[in-house]
């Protein structure tokens, strides 16, 4: 099993816990480059060792706090109409992206993952919990009718969540709960003209 993947409880959790919440201050505060263990194990108040023993290196701690963000993010929200569904997902996004710690921290994660293998695939892994967490509600809407068939329903999600990021990375304003709803208006408006249907391969 791959450092720090363990998921035991008692001390051993706490310790991930403490670890993970420094290494998220720590990237905030001075990004992926000057990321250190030592370092981290101090914001913790955990011995260096146990932080090398368990971890190793730093891609494995962002690694690891990645899948840790994935999996106490909140489940998708179910409407029973599409719009509402994709409103229900921008604006979590939105909410995300525009909270002063998170959104500085997906900013430093995004950044390393442009330069670190290893990172850019844990940030690979973590959308795709999230993606496949609120795909469901494309496909419930391609059986009630509202979408057509054959739409992609990863595709459809993605759209919803990209102009927020955009706007994270591009713009200093932080995107707003009108951004989340215009976002979500743009996905289902492309998704009912059959923007998203998954093309036949040439033969």
Request: net charge positive; hydrophobic share 45%; charged share 25%.
């Amino acid at each position: 099993m791959a450092p720090g993947t363990t998921r035991p409880g008692g001390r051993t959790a706490r310790v991930r816990a403490a670890v993970l919440r420094a290494a998220a201050d720590a990237l905030v505060e001075v990004g992926f480059a000057h990321l250190d263990l030592a370092d981290v194990a101090r914001r913790a108040e955990v011995g260096k060792t146990t932080v090398y023993r368990r971890w190793g290196t730093v891609t494995s701690v962002v690694a690891d706090l990645l899948a840790d963000m994935a999996e106490q993010s909140s489940p998708r929200t179910e409407t029973g109409c599409l719009l509402g569904d994709l409103k229900a997902n921008a604006r979590l996004v939105q909410r995300t992206l525009s909270d002063s710690r998170q959104g500085a921290l997906f900013k430093a994660v995004i950044a390393a993952a442009t330069c670190d293998r290893k990172t850019a695939q844990a940030l690979h892994r973590f959308y795709e919990i999230r993606i496949s967490e609120w795909a469901p509600c494309v496909r419930q809407a391609i059986d009630r009718g509202e979408v057509p068939a054959g739409t992609d329903p990863r595709e459809v999600i993605r759209a919803v969540s990209a102009p927020l990021y955009y706007r994270l990375l591009t713009s200093a304003d932080l995107p707003d709960e009108a951004d989340a709803d215009r976002a979500a208006e743009a996905a289902v408006a492309a998704a009912r003209a059959g923007a998203y249907v998954a093309c036949p391969a040439s033969l």
